[in-house]
């Protein structure tokens, strides 16, 4: 079965406090972008690589793919001005039945146990998305502080790839956009269909903050 993944890279970096987009900074000696499309590519080399950017990113990634060696097959494609239609710009260019993964760009540090188990699943039940535990106490606080526990146990972190039947998504994300299509699960979810879980990986962090990025390259390090 072919194998696709759309990697989503919107992000401008402001909680970064940096002017360099953030999928575009450095890790561990490459920009974070490339060490996400690395790990497609190191987990299957057959896989069918997409990279969704801002249209006026394109040149710069271009320019660093070839000041960093990047030797992964990709396609690149402009986004949209919300990351559903970055997605939907990205499944367009898939012209044939397979499986597809939906990633965040900074995102660079999933396992191929991860990506093993996410597949296999996909095939089997098309649409796999991984969770992690909360491992935190969970509050509700509303306008008026008022407030009240929630029982984490039933509470869930969602993680990407988020993985599914090609075709199937293509078609589902064929509609207008509503402010609750937080991601591609949330589009599946109601359009009727039924989801799997497979269990994510807290390492498999987003890197949004300073923080994230060191925690990661010590992670990389280790």
């Given at each position: 079965?072919?194998?696709?993944?759309?990697?989503?890279?919107?992000?401008?970096?402001?909680?970064?406090?940096?002017?360099?987009?953030?999928?575009?900074?450095?890790?561990?000696?490459?920009?974070?972008?490339?060490?996400?499309?690395?790990?497609?590519?190191?987990?299957?080399?057959?896989?069918?690589?997409?990279?969704?950017?801002?249209?006026?990113?394109?040149?710069?990634?271009?320019?660093?793919?070839?000041?960093?060696?990047?030797?992964?097959?990709?396609?690149?494609?402009?986004?949209?001005?919300?990351?559903?239609?970055?997605?939907?710009?990205?499944?367009?260019?898939?012209?044939?039945?397979?499986?597809?993964?939906?990633?965040?760009?900074?995102?660079?540090?999933?396992?191929?146990?991860?990506?093993?188990?996410?597949?296999?699943?996909?095939?089997?039940?098309?649409?796999?998305?991984?969770?992690?535990?909360?491992?935190d106490s969970l509050r509700?606080?509303?306008?008026?502080?008022?407030?009240?526990?929630?029982?984490?146990?039933?509470?869930?972190?969602?993680?990407?790839?988020?993985?599914?039947?090609?075709?199937?998504?293509?078609?589902?994300?064929?509609?207008?956009?509503?402010?609750?299509?937080?991601?591609?699960?949330?589009?599946?979810?109601?359009?009727?269909?039924?989801?799997?879980?497979?269990?994510?990986?807290?390492?498999?962090?987003?890197?949004?903050?300073?923080?994230?990025?060191?925690?990661?390259?010590?992670?990389?390090?280790?």
């Amino acid at each position: 079965m072919n194998r696709f993944v759309v990697i989503v890279a919107g992000g401008k970096g402001l909680r970064m406090g940096n002017e360099i987009p953030k999928q575009f900074l450095l890790l561990a000696g490459k920009p974070i972008l490339m060490r996400s499309l690395e790990a497609f590519f190191n987990f299957d080399s057959a896989i069918h690589c997409i990279v969704v950017l801002p249209e006026y990113q394109i040149d710069y990634w271009k320019t660093l793919c070839t000041q960093y060696d990047c030797n992964v097959p990709h396609t690149v494609v402009a986004g949209g001005k919300e990351r559903f239609y970055s997605v939907q710009n990205g499944l367009r260019a898939i012209t044939s039945d397979g499986v597809v993964a939906v990633h965040d760009g900074v995102r660079p540090i999933v396992s191929k146990s991860m990506l093993q188990e996410g597949f296999a699943l996909a095939e089997k039940c098309g649409a796999a998305v991984p969770y992690v535990d909360s491992v935190d106490s969970l509050r509700i606080i509303d306008e008026n502080q008022q407030t009240k526990p929630v029982d984490r146990s039933i509470v869930k972190r969602i993680q990407t790839p988020q993985i599914f039947d090609a075709k199937q998504l293509q078609t589902i994300m064929n509609v207008e956009f509503k402010p609750q299509f937080t991601d591609e699960a949330t589009v599946w979810e109601l359009s009727g269909k039924k989801l799997c879980f497979y269990k994510g990986n807290y390492n498999n962090i987003k890197i949004t903050t300073p923080e994230d990025l060191v925690f990661a390259d010590n992670l990389l390090k280790k």
